[in-house]
């Protein structure tokens, strides 16, 4: 494939909406990706010179369930299985027509599916999938850990390949990642047990203390290093209560103390100039909790900056998303 093939394929976006919020305690995330369309993310993106299209919302309706034992501890975990088979599926035959897949949330379980996909597609052409994981919460419950049995806080876990959810995909494959191509960015509730298993499994996080510290310059900086040096793939899932409620009250799960606005922007804009990612995750927006559309507003911007607007233009090292293949 030519250098000319590959930036045009890599200019190609496709949406993907999963309006699935019973993953979470608080329900309404289901209206996310209606909102985040609403707020202009198309437009947006095609202002930004990519071709988008968007594939609309995914449905469940029909989709037949599985004979697995459920856990005991996983609340709604049958619509929750219908939900990943459906999104890993559609996401890897996304992932194969080259464009960067953006999933719209949507809870965080929609993760399960969503990075299944990408890391299935990269593994087949011999490339490892990282994961950036902005998000004020671990989301490395399995159920034994779990103290809610709420679903969204196993994505991460889950992803990883702890035991647990293993008839969640019932057939289809299973593509998890090592835990060490794992980065939590911004964490600030992690629950007993949950802290225990990520500190045998030595999974990185970065949290608020830390940014405090160093600055975000810095830290995202280390990632995106490690991401280049295993010639891998970033998949960036953005959960909005990753920011500060002041900045996005929006949310079902808010805790105080989290990224600023400029913070966020920043390390949208270094992931942009790094053409290291791949696809990414926008969840757990709850329209219902919103202020006039302020979450959802401020959700678009950033996606904005993580694919290149920016106030004046200034020379980068790579101006390029990764390429679909």
């Known amino acids: ?4 093939t590959m930036a045009d394929r890599a200019r190609r976006i496709a949406l993907l909406g999963a309006p699935i919020d019973m993953g979470a305690s608080q329900r309404g995330t289901l209206m996310g990706p209606a909102a985040l369309r609403t707020a202009g993310l198309a437009t947006l993106l095609e202002s930004l010179d990519f071709e988008v299209l ?8 029909g989709v037949p369930d599985l004979t697995d034992s459920p856990p005991e501890k996983a609340n709604h975990y049958r619509e929750i299985q219908r939900w990943t088979r459906v999104l890993s599926r ?13 999933f719209l949330g949507g809870d965080h379980t929609l993760s399960m599916g969503s990075v299944n996909a990408m890391a299935r597609h990269w593994q087949e052409r011999g490339r490892e999938l990282f994961v950036l994981w902005l998000d004020a919460h671990a989301d490395y419950n399995t159920p034994e850990t779990t103290i809610t049995a709420n679903m969204h806080g196993m994505s991460a876990a889950f992803l990883c390949g702890e035991p647990g959810l293993d008839g969640l995909l019932g057939d289809d494959p299973r593509a998890s990642i090592n835990p060490d191509k794992l980065d939590l960015f911004g964490a600030r509730s992690i629950d007993k047990l949950e802290k225990e298993l990520m500190r045998s499994r030595r999974i990185r996080i970065v949290d608020m203390r830390q940014i405090d510290e160093f600055g975000v310059a810095v830290l995202i900086r280390r990632v995106i290093e490690r991401v280049k040096a295993g010639n891998g793939v970033l998949h960036v899932s953005f959960d909005v209560d990753f920011l ?57 911007e950033l996606i904005g900056s993580l694919f290149g607007q920016q106030i004046t233009d200034r020379p980068t090292p790579s101006n390029a998303i990764a390429p679909g293949e």
């Open 90 to 102: 559609k996401g890897y035959e996304i992932a194969t027509t080259g464009a960067l897949p953006i």
């Open 54 to 61: 968007d594939h609309g919302d995914l449905s469940v309706a």
């Open 1 to 4: 494939m030519t250098d000319r």
């Open 244 to 300: 500060d409620p002041c900045v996005a009250p929006g949310v079902g799960t808010t805790v105080p103390g989290g990224a600023t606005y400029r913070e966020a922007h920043l390390i949208m804009e270094l992931l942009h100039d790094s053409g290291v990612v791949g696809s990414v995750d926008i969840v757990e927006l709850n329209p219902f909790l919103d202020e006039r559309g302020r979450t959802a507003r401020t959700a678009v």
